[in-house]
């Protein structure tokens, strides 16, 4: 299978998603990915200013295992797991944890955008250009 699908974040308040209950690692990497920011911005932590840049979380492990329904152990261990696999990076700060997502511009499907930006007047243009080969009034001569 290719390609990707995009899932919007207010999925995430949708009582499929609000069932109390332990997540799976799946549902723990989806949740993630929903969660971390579509876009740069400043946090307050404890009176310390904190920049989170698209495809980042702030949210430290306590903060994650709440999310998944998890010991914070189980947290700890599943974000070792991610990191070993190059897909997220962490960074402990003072107060909390800067979880960054690799290759976020993939999930976001940025490439893919702006391929499918270029092709569309391409696409259009063509479509456009076609006409027929021939015409409805030919096509009743030739059956009469």
């Keep these: 299978m290719e390609g ?7 999925c995430l308040d949708h009582w499929l998603y609000t ?12 949740t993630i990915l929903l ?25 430290s492990l306590e903060n994650w295992a ?8 189980q947290v700890r261990t599943f974000v070792k797991l991610l990191e070993a ?10 107060y909390t944890t800067r979880l960054t997502i690799c290759n976020w511009g993939e999930y976001q499907g940025v490439e893919t955008d702006r391929q499918h930006a270029a092709n569309t007047p391409l696409t259009d243009n063509q ?7 021939t015409t409805i ?6 059956k009469e």
């Design 85 to 94: 696999d190059s897909m997220i990076k962490t960074e402990g700060l003072q």
């Design 137 to 142: 009034e030919e096509k009743e001569e030739d």
């Design 127 to 133: 479509q456009t250009a076609n006409t027929p080969l």
């Design 66 to 73: 709440k999310k998944f329904v998890w010991s914070v152990q």
């Design 35 to 59: 969660t971390v920011n579509y876009e740069a911005s400043k946090t307050l932590i404890k009176g310390q200013i904190y920049e989170c840049n698209a495809g980042q979380s702030l949210l």
């Design 19 to 30: 069932e109390y209950r332990p997540l799976t690692r799946r549902e723990a990497w989806e």
């Design 4 to 10: 990707w699908i995009k899932l919007h974040r207010s």
